[in-house]
Every structure is written in structure tokens, then in C-alpha cells.
């Protein structure tokens, strides 16, 4: 799954990480609490995916589920036994400042049978719990101070549902929300309960799954009446791999290379 991984942080976290969440605040793929739609024009709280594959009942499906996390990073100085928050300090030579960051969640399930999906879909929750941790900057004359990293709670949900269409068929659906209750309304508070570029990777054991963007013939009317909601799945792997598929906020196209000379 490293090459996901690479696609990921080349085409779709790379474009959050430089925005200051008030200037961008509803960036591709970014997914805020269904509270804060009225208030920042009806940002997007949730997203599906719906793919085709090519599988029995007993093959499986594992579904990860990938957002960054906004973090607040705080700067503080030690004097005097306390410590006093500052813009920037400099320790031995190495400059830090406050600001933000982003950090990377995921949850993740696997093993799941397409013919148990058709009878009953399986949730799975996100439950990032607010919190904070610090790491002590140490100087030539002991402690000089700290960098506090705080972050809000997140929560989510991910359902996961399949529906046989014909013999070794299947319709894979997952659908993903922020339930975050969200007690701010200003834009730089709604984004740190934002799942930042969430995106789906679903891998089949034993399946293959079917190009939306290039589909068998007999398939096409089937691929077309799939329903992507916000996101866009994609085969990923190499050349004619057909066993996972990468649903993000993007169009891409199948089998993406991310090398240097591939543009995105």
C-alpha cells in the first residue's frame, strides 16, 4: 500500500498542508461537521464511493479511511518555572514557531464479506478524542521551553455496504461522514473539526474491481450507474492490476504514477 500512500501525499495532501485554514477553509476533499454547512455555505459533511467488483460472496474487502487532522502548535518559553507563550523561540540553533500542522488519521477495517455486506452493511466509527502533548525543547543550560501540540475531537462515521447485481458481481458502497459536534461557528474553529482530505482505499481478496473510467462494454451501464458523491475512485497499482481502488476528492486517472515526470 506504499504507492497509495505516495499518490496521496503527492496530489492530494500536499495542497492542504501550505493553506491557512482561514483563506481555504472548504478545500477539495476536506469533509466539516454537518452543522457548520448554514453558517460556511454548505461545505460538504460527507462522501460516497460506489464501485463495481468482480467477486464471489466469500471474497473480502478491506477499507481504510484516511483524513489529515489539524493541529494547533503552540510555542512557550521557560522562565522562572513557568512557561511564558511566545511566537518563536530559537534553541541551539533550531528556529520554533506557532502555527499549525496536519496530521494523519486512519481507520481501517478488512476481511469483510461482499455476501455478508449484501445482508447487512458494517459501520465503523471515527473517534479521535480532543487532546494535547508537549515536547520539551532541552538547550546547553537545561530547559528552555516547550512546543504544545493540541488537537480538537473528531468524529466520524463509515459505512460500508455491498449489493449483488449478478453472478460474481457486486456494487461496493462506502459512504463516509463528519458527525463532529462543532460548538464554533468561525471558520478557523470549524476546521480543526474538518477531516482534511479524507479519501478511501478499498482492497479486494480474491476480486478485481472494474475501471469506472474504462469499463468493459457489457459493464459500461452498470459502471455508469454507479453514484460518487464528492470523490472519485480510481484503480491504483501497477499497470492491469485490477485489486484496489483509491477514491479521492480529485479526478485522477487509473494506475496513477506520481514519479517526477508524471504529471498529476
Not at 500512500?5 to 500536499?14: G, K, P, T
Not at 464471489?56 to 502548535?73: C, K, N, Q, S, Y
Not at 537545561?142 to 473528531?154: M, Q
Given at each position: 500500500m506504499d504507492h497509495v500512500?505516495?499518490?496521496?501525499?503527492?496530489?492530494?495532501?500536499?495542497r492542504h498542508l501550505p493553506w491557512p485554514p482561514d483563506r481555504h477553509p472548504w478545500a477539495p476533499g476536506g469533509l466539516h461537521p454537518p452543522a457548520a454547512g448554514g453558517a460556511h455555505a454548505g461545505g460538504p459533511w460527507q462522501m460516497q464511493t460506489q464501485c463495481?467488483?468482480?467477486?464471489?460472496?466469500?471474497?473480502?474487502?478491506?477499507?481504510?479511511?484516511?483524513?489529515?487532522?489539524?493541529?494547533?502548535?503552540?510555542?512557550?518559553r521557560a522562565r522562572g518555572g513557568e512557561l511564558e507563550p511566545v511566537a518563536e523561540l530559537s534553541v541551539d540553533g533550531t528556529r520554533h514557531r506557532a502555527g499549525q500542522e496536519a496530521r494523519e488519521r486512519e481507520e481501517a477495517v478488512s476481511g469483510l464479506e461482499l455476501g455478508r455486506l449484501a445482508g447487512a452493511p458494517r459501520v465503523m466509527e471515527i473517534d479521535v478524542p480532543a487532546d494535547q502533548e508537549a515536547m520539551w525543547l532541552i538547550g546547553a543550560d537545561?530547559?528552555?521551553?516547550?512546543?504544545?501540540?493540541?488537537?480538537?475531537?473528531?468524529?466520524g462515521r463509515v459505512e460500508v455496504r455491498a449489493e449483488p447485481l449478478r453472478a460474481r458481481l457486486f456494487r461496493l458502497t462506502v459512504r463516509v461522514a463528519n458527525t463532529t459536534a462543532c460548538r464554533g461557528a468561525a471558520r478557523a474553529e470549524v476546521w480543526k473539526h474538518t477531516l482534511v482530505s479524507a479519501h478511501s482505499v478499498v482492497h479486494t481478496r480474491g476480486g478485481?474491481?472494474?475501471?469506472?473510467?474504462?469499463?468493459?462494454?457489457?459493464l459500461r451501464p452498470l459502471a455508469e450507474g454507479c453514484r460518487n458523491i464528492g470523490t472519485w475512485p480510481v484503480?491504483?497499482?501497477?499497470?492491469?492490476?485490477?485489486?484496489?481502488?483509491?477514491?479521492?476528492p480529485i479526478v485522477l486517472h487509473d494506475h496513477l504514477d506520481v514519479s517526477p515526470r508524471q504529471p498529476v
Open positions: 500512500r505516495r499518490i496521496a501525499q503527492a496530489v492530494l495532501y500536499e463495481l467488483v468482480e467477486a464471489g460472496p466469500a471474497d473480502t474487502v478491506d477499507v481504510h479511511v484516511r483524513f489529515l487532522h489539524v493541529i494547533t502548535r503552540e510555542v512557550a537545561g530547559p528552555a521551553g516547550a512546543v504544545l501540540r493540541g488537537w480538537e475531537e473528531l468524529r478485481r474491481f472494474v475501471s469506472l473510467l474504462d469499463p468493459p462494454e457489457k484503480l491504483v497499482g501497477r499497470a492491469g492490476e485490477r485489486h484496489t481502488m483509491l477514491s479521492a
